[in-house]
């Protein structure tokens, strides 16, 4: 029988939680590096391939071996603008969440994939490691209604600290999307403008802001979209 939540479910124009974390649970952000390197694959992978550019530095006698190299490798890499967006995410010491969209069934497996891969083979060289880096493969569990939708964007920005390792020290301070939701900051590949528009942005009381941090968080909408224990 499969574990929970690893069936996946593709299907255009859909809403996923997308979620993994470390084999035996163990830490596969170990400092700030780490969290800008992921974050610098997210950016890569989800805003336009400006390939104008990249032609013209290879092409460009002046451009180092080095430059070139990096722009051929960036011509010949997976690019998923236009096919996945990027509402929401949450990086913590020993797992990751990522709230996206997706327009084609088959555009998440082809990005999660080439995300995983990525890292790992960044992370294994860094820490001088060999083998998977993840549990098992990553979970993408449908989001069916807004309110699904809704809370489980609040779920992922509320995330507690994980208690291992060289955690941040609070769960404000963990690399997340919030600050863009709260117009501290403006990622131009996050999206958070659909799940604003359920929110006032003149009245507090229903702000997107009070909606999250408030004690009052009931789970039950999102009980089978959320990681395991």
């Known amino acids: 029988m499969p574990a929970k939540n690893s069936t996946k479910e593709y299907l255009e124009n859909s809403y996923y939680?997308?979620?993994?974390?470390?084999?035996?649970?163990?830490?596969?952000?170990?400092?700030?590096?780490?969290?800008?390197?992921?974050?610098?694959?997210l950016k890569e992978y989800l805003l336009p391939k400006n390939t104008n550019e990249l032609?013209?530095?290879?092409s460009n006698p002046n451009s180092s071996w080095r430059e070139k190299d990096k722009a051929n490798k960036l011509l010949r890499m997976n690019n998923f603008?236009?096919?996945?967006?990027?509402?929401?995410?949450?990086?913590?010491?020993?797992?990751?969440?990522?709230?996206v969209k997706q327009t084609s069934a088959n555009s998440i497996d082809v990005f999660m994939n080439s995300l995983a891969t990525r890292y790992t083979m960044y992370f294994n060289k860094k820490y001088k490691r060999v083998g998977t880096l993840y549990q098992?493969?990553?979970?993408?569990?449908?989001?069916?209604?807004?309110?699904?939708?809704?809370?489980?964007s609040r779920y992922i920005h509320h995330q507690?600290?994980?208690s291992q390792?060289?955690?941040?020290?609070?769960?404000?301070?963990?690399?997340?999307s919030y600050p863009d939701y709260l117009g501290k900051r403006k990622t131009e590949w996050v999206k958070?403008?659909?799940?604003?528009?359920?929110?006032?942005?003149?009245?507090?009381?229903?702000?997107?802001?009070?909606?999250?941090?408030?004690?009052?968080?009931?789970?039950?909408?999102?009980?089978?979209?959320?990681?395991?224990?």
């Open 17 to 41: 939680h997308i979620y993994n974390r470390g084999v035996e649970k163990r830490l596969i952000f170990l400092d700030e590096q780490d969290y800008s390197v992921f974050l610098s694959y």
């Open 55 to 58: 032609y013209n530095i290879i």
């Open 81 to 99: 603008f236009g096919k996945i967006t990027l509402l929401a995410y949450c990086l913590m010491p020993n797992h990751f969440h990522l709230l």
């Open 136 to 152: 098992a493969q990553y979970k993408a569990v449908i989001v069916s209604t807004d309110e699904q939708l809704l809370c489980l």
């Open 160 to 162: 507690d600290l994980a």
């Open 165 to 176: 390792g060289n955690a941040l020290r609070s769960w404000q301070a963990q690399p997340s």
């Open 192 to 229: 958070p403008e659909e799940i604003l528009s359920f929110f006032s942005k003149t009245n507090p009381l229903l702000s997107y802001k009070t909606f999250v941090e408030s004690t009052d968080q009931d789970l039950f909408p999102i009980t089978k979209l959320v990681i395991e224990d």
